[in-house]
C-alpha cells in the first residue's frame, strides 16, 4: 500500500488520466492506441507504437519536433517498410524529416518508381504504377494535433498487420512529413508542456490555452508558411516544393486546426466561388467527391460532427491543400477544433480533449489512403489529362508566352528566374529584341516563358492579371500576380512563334564581380536590388558611403557607367583605413551583395555631377528600433525582419513593447511602426518624447495602419489622417439601406479590400524612389485607408493612378475611391522625417517590388 503523502500526489494523474482515452490504463500490449484505430486493428509487436516510444500516453503531452523525427528514423530502421529522408532544414536549423512508407519490394525500388511515375505523369504508363501519396501535416506550429496524428499514422502503415494494410502497400507510395513548421511547433510545444497541470484545467482562461505573442503559428520570422507554397521566401518552402516537385504526388494531405468551438471541416469546399478557374471543375465535382463519403463516414463512426462546402477556399495556388492541384494532384485541408492545449471546455465538445482531435485527423488519414488506393487509376489517369488538356488550352488560348525581365536590375531578374525554375517553370532566353507591353526587351536582360509546357496553369497564376470572379468574399487574397509582385517589367506574348532562345536550366552568375583598384572612388548602381545588401556590408566594414541625388556617368576602369541617383560612392580619401582595406572591403560587398563594384578614375563625370559635388552626401549607417510584442502584428513586422535580416544583413533591434519606456533614444535613429499596439506604446510623456525624437532628427517609418496614427498623433504637418477630410465623401450620408440580415457576410465582405494589386505613380526624383526606373509600380493595397494626398507638393511620393487596378477582385465603390489615393508620403517634423508607408512593402516577404521604398526610407529618410 503506498503511504498517503504517496496517495496525494497521485491524485492529480488519476484525475488527468480521466480525460485521457480510457485505453491508455489498458494493458501494455494495446496502451491507448486503440482509441485512435477502428476496432480490430492489429499491428506488427515487433514495432514500437508512439507511446512505447515516447513513453506516454498520446494526447497526455504535446511532442517536441525532436522526439517526431526519432520516432520516424526508429520506424525506417526497424522496418523494411519505410526509408527517412531529410528533405531541408528551418530557419532555427531543425531537420524536415519525410519518412516513405510502401511494401518491401517497393521501398527497395523507390528511384525507379519515382521516375517511372513522373514520366507517366505526361505519357501513357508503361507499368502498373502505385498511387502516390503525400501526407502533410502541421504548418501551423500551434495546430499539434496535426503531428501527433502523423506518427500514429506512420506507425499504422509500417506496423499494421492484415490484407488491407498490404494492398495499400502494395499499390500505394506514402511520403509522411509529419511537421511542416518545425520551429513554429516546438514554440508552441513548448509552451503547452511548460503550463499543463496535473489536473488538467479546462478553463479557456487558463494561461496553457493562451499563447503570448507572437505564438507558435508561424515560423521563425513570423510568416504563414501556409501561404509560402508560391512565393517560396523560406527555406522550409523551398525544400518542400523541390521534394513536391520530384514526385507529383495523386493525392496531398494539408492537416490544421481552428477555433475550439468549432468541429471538423473536410472537403468539399464551398462549390464555384471558392474553386481555381485555372483547374479543370472535374478536380472539384468528381475526383475530391470521390472520397468526400469516406471521410463522413469515418468521423459518423465516432460521433464526431464536422462541416463541408463553407468557409475554406482552393482559390489562392500557395496553399499546401491548392499548390497540389497544379501538379495535376489532389489537394485536401482537413481543419480539426483545437485545444490549444491539453483539455479545453468548448461550445460544441463539452470537454475538447487533444486525444479527440488527434484521433478525427487520424481516421481521415487512414480513410484517406485507403480511397486513394481504390481510386488508383481513375487518379492516375486524371493526372495524365491534367497536364494533356493544359497544353491543350495553352495552344487554344489567346496567349503564346510571357516576356520579362528588367535591364537595369539584374539581381531582380536573378531572383525571380530562381523562383520559376523552382516551379519546373519552362524558361528561354530571348532570342530578339521585342516591344510589348510598354516595353523594350532585349535579349540578355530578358526572358521567356512559353505557354505551351507541363507547366501551363502554374505559369499562367505567376503572370496572369485577374478581373474577374465568381464571387465577392475571400478567405484570403484576391490576386497573387508574382510578376507584379516582383515588379519586373512583363508582357504577354501572342500566339504563333516565340523568340525563345535556348532553355534557361540554372540561375546565370552575377557576372564578373573581380573589383580593379581605385586611389579615387568605387562606385556601386543603386538601381540593382543588390546594391543595399552590399552598402551594409561597406558599413560594417567601417567605410564611409556616400549616397548622389543625381544621377550621372563616370569613366572607370572599365570604361563609361552611367550610375542612377541614390547610387553609391566609396571615396578612398576619406576612409581611416588603408586604401589596401579599401579595396578588399568593397571587393567583398560586391560578392556580398552580387553586384558589380566599378572603379573611377577620375572624379570628373563624363555627363551629370562630378563626385565632388554638393549632390553626394553621406549615407547614414542606420541605427533601427522596431517594436514588438502584444498588439503588434507580428506579420508585418516578421516581413520586415526578414528583409533586413535575411536580405540585406542590416541589424534592427527588436524591442518589446513592454521596455518602450527603458529605451534611450539617443542610441537610434530610425524607427519602424508597423499595425498594432501603437497607441498603447506611445502617449502622454512618451508621445511627446517621440516628437521630439523625431524633431531632433530622427526617421520615423509608420507601416499601415501605424500611418494612419503617426498622421493623427502630429507627427506630419502636412498630411491630415484619413478620414478627417472629404475622402471621396459627396455630401451628406444618407439613411442605411434596408438589407437581410443573412446577407451581411457579403455584402460586407464584397466591400472589404481583402487583397489586391494597384498601379501607383511614383515620383523618380524623390530619394524614397532612388533606384526605380519606371514611374509606374505595382501595389499591394489590403485595407480600407483612404488618404488625401499631402498639402506638401512635394510630398506624395506614390499616389494611385486614376485607373489603377491591376489585378484582384474590388467592388465599385471601392475602386472609385481607390483612384489617386496616395501610397507613399513623406514629411518634415522640425529636423527629422517621417515616412508614411500606407500600403505594406514587404507583404509576405516576395513583394520585391516596392520593398525598395522601405529600405530608401532606412537609409535616405534624412535626405529630403
Known sequence: MPSAPMSRRLLPLLATLALLPLAASSGAAQENTSYFFPEGTAFDASIPSPQEFLGYPIGSFHTRHDRIVAYMETLAELSDRATVRTIGWTHEHRPMPVLTVSSPANVQRLEQIRVAHMAATEAEATEDLPVIMHLGYGVHGNETSSAEAAMLTAYWLVAG????????????????????????????????????????????????????????????????????????????????????????????????????????????????????PLLPERLYTDITMRFADDWAASLDSLGALYFTKEVYDNTYPGYGSTYPNFLGGLGLVFEQASARGHAQDSDHHGVLTFAFAIRNHVRTSLATVRVAVEERTVLQDYQREFFRTGIEEAADGAVGGWVFGDARDPSLNRAFLDLLLRHRIRTHELSTAVEAGGHTFQPGT???????????????????????????????????????????????????????????????????????????????????????????????????????TRGWTSPTTRGEVAFGAGSISIPVGIQTVSPDSVHRAVQAAAVVGQVPAHAATTGYSSAGSDLGSRSFGPVRAPRILMPIGDGVSSYEVGQLWHLLDQRVGQPVTKVDTDDIGRVDWADYDVLVLVSGGVGSMFSGARLERLQSWVREGGTLIAVRNAAAWAAANGFTPNIDPPGSGGNGADGEDEA?????????????????????????????????????????IPVWRDHSLFFEPSDNPYGTVAQLTDDPHLSGYISDENEARLAGSPSVMADRLGGGSVVLLVDNPNFRGFWRGTTRLFLNAVYFGDRF
Not at 451 to 479: G, H, K, M, N, W
Not at 515 to 528: E, G, H, K
Not at 750 to 766: E, V
Open 446 to 548: 530578358a526572358w521567356v516563358v512559353p505557354a505551351s509546357q507541363p507547366a501551363y496553369r502554374l505559369a499562367r497564376s505567376i503572370f496572369e492579371r485577374t478581373e474577374t470572379f465568381a464571387d465577392s468574399v475571400f478567405y484570403d487574397a484576391s490576386a497573387w500576380t508574382v510578376s507584379l509582385a516582383y515588379g519586373v517589367p512583363d508582357a504577354e506574348l501572342g500566339p504563333g512563334s516565340l523568340p525563345v532562345g535556348a532553355e534557361v536550366t540554372a540561375v546565370p552568375e552575377a557576372g564578373d564581380l573581380s573589383v580593379d583598384r581605385s586611389t579615387l572612388a568605387y562606385l556601386v548602381d543603386w538601381r540593382d536590388s543588390g546594391a543595399p545588401t552590399a552598402l551594409r556590408a561597406l558599413q560594417a566594414a567601417g567605410l564611409r558611403a556616400e549616397m548622389s
Open 161 to 276: 498487420t492484415g490484407t488491407d494494410v498490404a494492398r495499400y502497400l502494395d499499390e500505394g507510395v506514402y511520403h509522411v512529413e509529419p511537421v511542416l513548421n518545425p520551429d513554429g511547433r516546438d514554440r508552441h510545444t513548448n509552451w503547452a508542456n511548460m503550463h499543463r497541470a496535473e489536473p488538467l484545467v479546462t478553463d479557456p482562461l487558463d494561461r496553457e490555452h493562451n499563447e503570448v505573442w507572437p505564438g507558435g503559428r508561424t515560423n521563425h520570422y513570423w510568416f504563414d508558411l501556409n501561404r509560402d507554397w508560391l512565393p517560396l521566401v523560406h527555406p522550409e518552402s523551398q525544400a518542400r516544393i523541390d521534394f513536391h516537385q520530384s514526385w507529383r504526388p495523386h493525392v496531398v494531405t494539408d492537416y490544421h486546426e481552428m477555433g475550439t468551438s468549432s468541429t471538423y471541416f473536410f472537403e468539399p469546399s464551398e462549390p464555384v466561388g471558392s474553386w481555381n
Open 736 to 776: 442605411p439601406t434596408r438589407l437581410p440580415w443573412a446577407d451581411a457576410g457579403d455584402i460586407q465582405g464584397a466591400q472589404a479590400i481583402g487583397g489586391s494589386i494597384w498601379a501607383a505613380d511614383l515620383d523618380l526624383t524623390h530619394p524614397l524612389a532612388f533606384g526605380y526606373t519606371q514611374r509606374t
